[in-house]
């Protein structure tokens, strides 16, 4: 089972915020924001998560909010949303939001933020087609792997399953990645996960898949994680129980974005 605030925030935190590296390793995607003045967009979502995703020379630029206030005058538009049901609704395209501020930017909305989250969908749900282009495939499992390291930070923090293994992971830092890729810092304190976008210098554990093909069939759900620790194709170094726990909650990951 899977709750609505917890999918709030990996909607937010793992699904939006790879607009950043969307932009960072898509050119097309940054094309569609060099022509634009900087513009900030707010989401705030009752009982749930709140953030700032800033588009800048064609960049995007996420900032968590710990406390929805009037402290970020930079935000140009806000888009407030009654319950985390309803923000879902914006990702899977059932609600259109009404900004409560900034309504003369509903232009850049429709004409650029609604493209730009388009072409973030093609590449977090390709079609067999697109996956031939090599370069389109390793960008979308780069893209994949981002999601999903955010998404198990959420998972342990809203989610009450995850909450329990994260409880079992101790204080320090996970390495999760790709061999020659992608990869990323898990950092455990106190019970709490946070997902840091960058390849971690001094893990505690490591979990690292021995190649993009791999990961991606992993990400798929095309190949047994179990039977490629087996064969050497996932390399688990370290602390183990705490990689046994991140497992566990990498299983919730895939029932939350299935």
Do not use: W
């Not at 538009?77 to 501020?101: A, R």
């Not at 650029?112 to 389109?136: C, G, H, I, N, V």
């Not at 909650?249 to 974005?257: E, I, N, P, Q, T």
């Amino acid at each position: 089972m899977t709750d609505q605030k917890t999918m709030a925030y990996i909607n937010l935190y793992a699904v939006l915020g790879t607009l950043e590296n969307l932009c960072e390793i898509v050119p097309e995607a940054s094309a569609m924001l060099t022509n634009t003045k900087p513009i900030s967009i707010g989401f705030e979502v009752k009982d749930g998560p709140s953030a700032t995703i800033t588009f800048k020379n064609g960049r995007c630029m996420p900032q968590i909010l710990a406390e929805f206030t009037e402290r970020f005058p930079q935000i140009d538009v806000t888009l407030p949303f009654s319950s985390c049901e309803k923000f879902n609704g914006l990702i899977d395209g059932t609600v259109t939001p009404i900004p409560s501020k900034g309504f003369q930017h509903i232009k850049f909305l429709l004409k650029t933020f609604t493209p730009l989250t388009d072409l973030l969908a093609k590449y977090m749900r390709p079609s067999p087609e697109d996956l031939q282009d090599r370069t389109f495939f390793e960008q979308s499992t780069t893209l994949m792997l981002y999601t999903i390291a955010v998404a198990i930070s959420q998972i342990a923090n809203n989610d009450k399953i995850g909450q329990f293994s994260a409880s079992h992971i101790v204080d320090g830092e996970i390495g999760f990645g790709i061999k020659d890729g992608p990869a990323v810092t898990i950092r455990a304190k106190n019970g709490r996960l946070v997902t840091i976008k960058k390849r971690c210098e001094n893990p505690r554990a490591e979990m690292e898949f021995a190649s993009m093909d791999l990961a991606r069939d992993l990400f798929d759900g095309k190949i047994n994680a179990v039977a490629c620790i087996g064969m050497g194709a996932i390399t688990m170094k370290g602390m183990i129980s705490m990689i046994d726990n991140m497992n566990r909650l990498l299983d919730r990951v895939a029932l939350y974005l299935a």
